[in-house]
C-alpha cells in the first residue's frame, strides 16, 4: 500500500464542495487522518478566501494513477474549470504534496494553505534549506495573524 498526502482546497462554495471532496474520496481511497481546516487568503489571484485542509490516505494506485482515476475525477465532477490563471478561484482543487515520503509539490515551504494543514500530518517535514521543522513555520504564520482556523468539519 501507498500513503500519500494530498491538500484539498476551494473558495467557491467552499464548505459544500470540500465536504463533496472528502466524501468522493473516501469512496475511492481509505483516509487515515484529515488535517485541521483553515480559511486562507487567496493566493495570486484576488478572489474569496480559500478553505484548505489536508488529508493522509493509503491506497493501492501509484501517484499518476491517483491522480488520473481518483483526484483528476473528483475535480472533474465538482465542476472544476481550468484557466490560464491557476491562481484564479475554484470550487475543488487537489494536490498530491506527498507520494510515499517523496516531496511532489516543493512550493509547500512557501505557501500557508499548504503549510498550515499538512504541519498537522507530517509536523517533522523539515525544510532542505532551513532545517526548521514544518510545524514550526506553521506556528510563525499562525502568530501573524492571517489566517484562521475553521470549523473542523472532517475530524
Do not use: C
Amino acid at each position: 500500500m501507498n500513503t500519500a498526502f494530498l491538500l484539498v482546497g476551494s473558495n467557491i462554495d467552499p464548505v459544500l464542495n470540500t465536504q463533496k471532496a472528502i466524501t468522493l474520496l473516501g469512496e475511492r481511497v481509505q483516509i487515515e487522518k484529515t488535517s485541521r481546516t483553515w480559511e486562507i487568503p487567496s493566493f495570486g489571484s484576488p478572489g474569496p478566501n480559500f478553505i484548505n485542509f489536508a488529508v493522509q490516505i493509503t491506497t493501492s494506485l501509484s501517484s499518476s494513477e491517483l491522480k488520473d482515476k481518483v483526484i483528476s475525477q473528483i475535480e472533474v465532477s465538482l465542476k472544476r474549470v481550468r484557466s490560464s490563471d491557476k491562481n484564479a478561484p475554484r470550487t475543488i482543487d487537489i494536490d498530491i504534496i506527498l507520494f510515499n515520503g517523496e516531496l511532489f509539490d516543493p512550493n509547500i515551504w512557501s505557501r500557508p494553505y499548504s503549510i498550515l494543514p499538512m504541519a498537522d500530518l507530517a509536523p517533522d517535514l523539515i525544510h532542505p534549506d532551513s532545517g526548521l521543522r514544518l510545524h514550526e513555520i506553521a506556528q510563525e504564520i499562525e502568530r501573524s495573524g492571517m489566517v484562521k482556523l475553521y470549523i473542523d468539519h472532517f475530524r
